[in-house]
Nanobody
């Protein structure tokens, strides 16, 4: 069992940056591939990025590639999402997830979820 808690969301102006964190409570964190998803009101949950157990492999949704960076620290049991050049369409609740299979872009590919952190991009 892995418990995940996201933090770092907030209100930010367009073109600014924000870093989200997701802290895991379990010592087995290093055995899970991790991902970030996001969900805007009235829309389905959308894949953002994933990182492998080792942190070496990463994948991104095309619209985030080059702007967002996912990373993890297996000592701190934390996964990060650095978001740069934010746009109003990035406004959503952001969720981290843990799973056994790397790179799944479907929410069904993940076993554990955090409660989400809200990101609002607006001037």
């Amino acid at each position: 069992q892995v418990q995940l808690v996201e933090s770092g969301g907030g209100l930010v102006q367009p073109e600014n940056s924000l870093r989200l964190s997701c802290a895991a409570s379990s010592g087995t964190f290093s055995g899970y591939h991790m991902a970030w998803f996001r969900q805007a009101p009235g829309k389905e949950r959308e894949f953002v990025a994933s990182v492998s157990v080792s942190g070496v492999r990463t994948t991104y949704a095309d619209s985030m590639k080059g702007r967002f960076t996912i990373s993890r620290d297996n000592v701190k049991n934390t996964v990060y999402l650095q978001m740069n050049s934010l746009k109003p369409e990035d406004t959503a609740a952001y969720f981290c997830a843990a799973g056994r299979g790397f790179g799944s872009r479907s929410p069904s590919g993940y076993d554990y979820w955090g409660q989400g952190t809200q990101v609002t991009v607006s001037s």
